[in-house]
């Protein structure tokens, strides 16, 4: 059993717009930065300048790793859509629930495999 293919559109359209989104917020991060800064290179500024670079940099550097992490598994959802298999669970093969892949479009189980992958 598959999906309607007008419900297969609209589910990718909103996986092209929240891909874009996401790729729009990574360049933003990286721009926010303090490591992406060159001219911090010549500044000899205290040490707590250098403490508060520092943790800018992992600040962004964690959520550009969570930004990264949705990245892939919506373009992952996209090319499930193309060839065919969006909405089968990867784990048992049966069809994953519409309701939560309207919650979660980029889900690759079923609630049950989700569960007993969590334990």
């Given at each position: 059993m598959q999906f309607p293919k007008d419900l297969?559109?609209?589910?990718?359209?909103?996986?092209?717009?929240?891909?874009?989104?996401?790729?729009?917020?990574?360049?933003?991060?990286?721009?926010?930065?303090?490591?992406?800064?060159?001219?911090?290179?010549?500044?000899?500024?205290?040490?707590?300048?250098?403490?508060?670079n520092k943790a800018g940099h992992e600040r962004t550097e964690a959520l550009r790793k969570q930004l990264d992490l949705m990245l892939v598994q919506t373009r992952k959802a996209m090319t499930k859509i193309k060839v065919g298999k969006y909405g089968i669970c990867e784990s048992c093969g049966k069809m994953i629930d519409t309701d939560r892949l309207a919650a979660m479009p980029t889900a690759t189980l079923c609630l049950t495999c989700e569960k007993k992958r969590e334990k």
């Open positions: 297969l559109r609209q589910i990718n359209k909103h996986l092209e717009t929240r891909r874009e989104d996401l790729e729009s917020h990574m360049a933003k991060l990286k721009k926010e930065d303090p490591f992406e800064d060159k001219s911090r290179l010549l500044d000899r500024a205290a040490e707590d300048s250098d403490a508060q």
